[in-house]
């Protein structure tokens, strides 16, 4: 182990004398400071104030990190070979293996310290406004309710796309039947096909837009059942276009189904523990204010929900109604709910998660950088992970060349597809606008991260930059 610490300490060593290591950390610094301190808000009041903070502030510094882990690994990989101070380092009983483990953990102890600290920094400097700034006591409670908190996500319930081509399918044979048209079943698997096509095109359009005068519907599965706390509806919606440019107010209405159990209207009787009829309990769609709502579109909106909004089983279901001055579609986009947040966690631990999906990403691309330097020059490296990093952003675009029908039809997603099989999209770390929006970061979230990115994708990156490094031919390494 004395030879693995002294490796540890001569890279971190090197590694804070580069200076280009020493410009990331002053914009690190500044980044972890400045932004914080200097943002205004977008003019929607103290809530979007601590959450462009927030965004703004963890983005930032997961991106500085992120540039600063690729150069640095890049760096201490390569200066020994090129400056001649491996062929003495391997002259001595200390295997390849042994190197290469040292100096990738280093990179990682640095930025992981580097990472704890600017984190500690956003954390105290936001708070520090927060609790400085004279914000009216209901605009306070908002903030601790919407963005300083860890609250769980549910989804709306996917359509069942299988019942529905079912049923469209009987309906349309039946037609054919009642016709009198004839190999209706020989047509069938044909048709079948052509349904589900035209489903998927329909149900992407019904969940996405809302008719003026119609409403869309959203359900969703498995809240907790017995739930003393509210619930918060976070949506965004779009009129006209879904653009967030050349937005404006619209109006409409949030409709809830409650399902409520009868009042026992027996004098003096003690309710018993037996089972309750489907009959003793009532079912309505109830609008959830007693007005219609200004929205302004192209902006997220929270709403508090009742919790008596959950049924029995743990179902809610959601309804808005469209009702537009200028009788203009109303969409809603998968991405951007409507969802339901109910309260797990603080702040605080939510804020330690997401730091903690920072560092694993961190942990990703440093082994993807000891990889390439093992084999290629420094520039040759650097070139080559940035690379990588741009090819994992572009990849998922690529898969979207059309999200109707069958994309499978389209070269694109091919290669989206097979591109998805390597690289370790850097958006899959994106966590500062969970944090902003007050979402959990659940453990399930950082474990399947873990299980994907590190472990099915980083960690052969980091096998195949071991053997690189101990097949590499040192004296190949010529000084000009």
């Known amino acids: 182990m004395t030879a693995f610490n002294a490796i540890v300490k001569l890279t971190l060593r090197n590694a804070m004398r580069s200076h280009i290591f020493q410009l990331l950390l002053a914009l ?22 601590i959450q462009i903070a927030l965004k703004y502030s963890l983005g930032t510094v997961g991106f500085i990190l992120a540039l600063s882990t690729v150069w640095i690994a890049s760096l201490v990989m390569t200066q ?10 391997v002259a001595k009983p200390v295997s390849r293996i042994k190197i290469f483990i040292a100096k990738y953990l280093s990179v990682v102890l640095l930025h992981a310290v580097l990472l704890l600290l600017a984190g500690i920094t956003i954390f105290g400097v936001v708070l520090y406004r927060y609790s400085k700034n004279d914000f009216p006591a209901e605009e306070k409670q908002r903030i601790e309710n919407e963005v300083l908190v860890g609250r769980r996500v549910y989804y709306p319930k996917p359509a069942d796309m299988e019942k529905l081509t079912r049923e469209a399918l009987a309906q349309q044979l039946e037609e054919m039947r009642k016709a009198g048209r004839g190999r209706v079943t020989a047509d069938a698997a044909e048709m079948e096909k052509d349904i589900r096509n035209g489903l998927s095109e329909e149900m992407l359009r019904q969940r996405s837009e809302v008719l003026f005068q119609k409403f869309g519907e959203w359900d969703y599965e498995n809240l907790p059942k017995d739930l003393k706390t509210p619930i ?16 404006r107010n619209t109006t409409g209405w949030w409709v809830g189904y409650f399902v409520e159990r009868k009042q026992n209207t027996g004098a003096g009787v003690e309710e018993q523990a037996i089972p309750v009829a489907e009959e003793d309990y009532t079912r309505t769609w109830r609008p959830l204010s007693s007005m219609p709502e200004q929205n302004y579109a192209g902006e997220f909106h929270e709403k508090v929900l009742p919790a008596s909004i959950i049924d029995k089983d743990g179902n809610v279901s959601l309804r808005y109604a469209n009702l537009d001055n200028a009788k203009d579609k109303v969409y809603f986009q998968t991405i951007d709910g409507p969802k339901l947040l109910i309260k797990i966690t603080g702040f605080t631990g939510n804020f330690i998660r997401g730091l903690l999906v920072i560092l694993l ?37 690529v898969m979207t060349t059309s999200q109707l029908a069958d994309p499978s039809k389209y070269t694109g997603y091919w290669i989206g597809k097979v591109a998805m099989l390597i690289v370790a999209p850097l958006q899959e770390f994106e966590i500062s606008q969970k944090i902003a929006g007050g979402e959990l970061v659940e453990f399930s979230y950082l474990g399947g991260l873990f299980g994907e990115y590190f472990l099915l994708k980083a960690v052969p990156f980091i096998l195949l930059g071991l053997y690189l490094f101990r097949r590499r031919e040192l004296g190949l390494v010529i000084r000009k």
């Open 28 to 49: 690190l610094v500044l980044c972890s400071v400045a932004l914080p301190m200097t943002v205004s808000g977008s003019g929607e009041g103290a809530r979007a104030y």
């Open 80 to 89: 020994d070979v090129e400056n001649y101070q491996l062929h003495m380092v």
């Open 232 to 247: 918060y509806l976070r949506y965004r919606l779009y009129v006209g276009k879904v653009d967030t440019e050349a937005q």
């Open 361 to 397: 990403m961190l942990m990703v691309y440093a082994g993807i950088s000891c990889c390439a330097a093992a084999a290629f020059s420094m520039p040759t490296s650097i070139f080559t992970v940035l690379s990588y990093m741009f090819l994992g952003s572009v990849a998922p675009l």
